[in-house]
């Protein structure tokens, strides 16, 4: 018992940790997506030139999204008329660059770590697209088209077809502090949180439990922690491997992330085991669905490769500039509560998502969350579209 209790107490001490930075980053993101049409994401989407996905990418980190929902809308994207390349370059960005990402590292592991987030991400999407140009083939490109069409479900369907952008006339701000913006943004962020949970509570335990249970010793073997050389090559080629295999996708791998930094695994293997919450064992089965088997060997082959690369990038680059944070200095976050900043903190964005939360609650929020599993569907993703306008309008006439 007492080694759960330590296991719970180190889960409980990183939760509190990052309470206060999830809330700002999924309300920023609810503020953008609350304003932001899908429609218009798809328009921008439409080939695979740099300033493209350079667009691509800046709108995937502003619609910040679990990996299970990024998945399913990079494929709603696609069926739509978006460029394929352009599709996963929106799904890399949606949940390795966001906001909410960015500070929990920097607030778990370092503000480096940050940095090599928003350096490594961009690297990964034209390695990427480098790729694609120059191994994906036309006749691979339209089986995986055919495949997408026939509309297999994966998860997070009804979550993806979801838009609750407030459409009409007015400036950003304008439209974003009326009713129906108020409305809006709080579906988003519950939506966005209730996504994101399962997974957010599965890594923070397995984060725990490693941490608790499994001794620095294995990792330092199992990482070349005493090897610098090794540890730099092998780190950004293991890190997508561990990922793949601890089932935990998104926000959810950070906590595990600062474990294996503690244990050994080198800067650029934390970079590439973050970015492979898109290999996870079951989204690679969703890809199967989505895009067909071969479609999902070749995702699997190319992002691991540009996962890896922007590992060896971020590796070297950050450790010629002498940038690289000291291993000794790592810690897992074990103080529990007490009254800081982070308290406060915590204290201020939890009463602003208790605000969020009662808005949703008001307007039909209950009658959204049964649809997050939804139906990719054309058909059925028009009938959520109207039937959330609808409840949006017949509230905030009310109001």
């Known amino acids: 018992m ?17 309470t206060w930075a999830l809330i700002l980053g999924f309300a920023l993101s609810a503020v953008v997506q609350a304003v932001v049409r899908k429609s218009t994401i798809v328009r921008l989407l439409g080939d695979d030139r740099p300033r493209t996905l350079a667009v691509a990418a800046a709108l995937g980190a502003a619609s910040s999204s679990c990996s299970y929902a990024a998945v399913a809308l990079a494929r709603s994207l696609f069926r739509k008329g978006a460029d394929f390349t352009a599709a996963m370059a929106f799904e890399i960005a949606s949940t390795n660059l966001v906001v909410e990402l960015g500070v929990i590292l920097a607030l778990l592991m370092g ?33 995986a088209r055919e495949q997408a069409d026939r509309g ?17 006339e007015g400036s950003f701000g304008r439209r974003l502090l009326s009713p129906a913006g108020f409305t809006a ?81 080198s800067f650029g293997g934390v970079v590439a085991f973050i970015f492979a919450d ?19 060997g070749f995702l699997l082959a190319t992002f691991y490769a540009a996962m890896a690369v922007a590992g060896y990038v971020v590796e ?60 990719p569907d054309a058909e059925h993703e028009q009938h959520e579209q109207h039937g959330q306008h609808g409840q949006h309008g017949q509230h905030d006439h009310g109001a």
């Open 2 to 18: 007492d080694a759960i209790r330590h296991a719970l107490s180190i889960t409980g001490s990183m939760t509190w940790e990052i």
């Open 111 to 143: 503000w480096q770590f940050t940095a090599a987030e928003f350096v490594g991400g961009p690297i990964m999407i034209l390695v990427l697209a480098l790729l694609f140009r120059l191994l994906l083939r036309d006749g691979l490109l339209r089986a």
């Open 152 to 168: 297999l479900a994966g998860s997070m369907e009804g979550h993806a077809a979801m838009d609750m952008s407030v459409g009409g």
């Open 185 to 265: 943004t709080a579906h988003v962020f519950v939506m966005e949180w209730a996504a994101i949970l399962k997974d957010l509570v599965v890594g923070l335990l397995i984060a725990g439990a490693i941490a608790a249970w499994v001794p620095d010793g294995f990792w330092h073997g199992f990482f070349f922690a005493g090897h610098p050389l090794a540890s730099k090559l092998w780190g950004p080629l293991i890190g997508p491997l561990v990922a793949m295999l601890s089932f935990v996708c998104s926000i959810g791998n950070v906590p595990l992330a600062v474990v294996l930094w503690k244990g050994g695994i």
């Open 278 to 296: 898109l290999l996870i064992l079951p989204i690679l089965n969703i890809y199967r669905k989505y895009y067909g088997a071969r479609m999902a």
């Open 316 to 375: 070297f680059v950050f450790g010629g500039l002498g940038l690289v944070p000291d291993q000794r200095d790592a810690r897992i976050p074990m103080a529990g509560v007490s009254w800081d900043y982070t308290s406060w903190l915590n204290i201020v964005f939890l009463l602003l998502a208790a605000v969020l939360v009662v808005r949703f609650l008001r307007t039909g929020g209950r009658a959204m969350l049964r649809m997050m599993g939804g139906s």
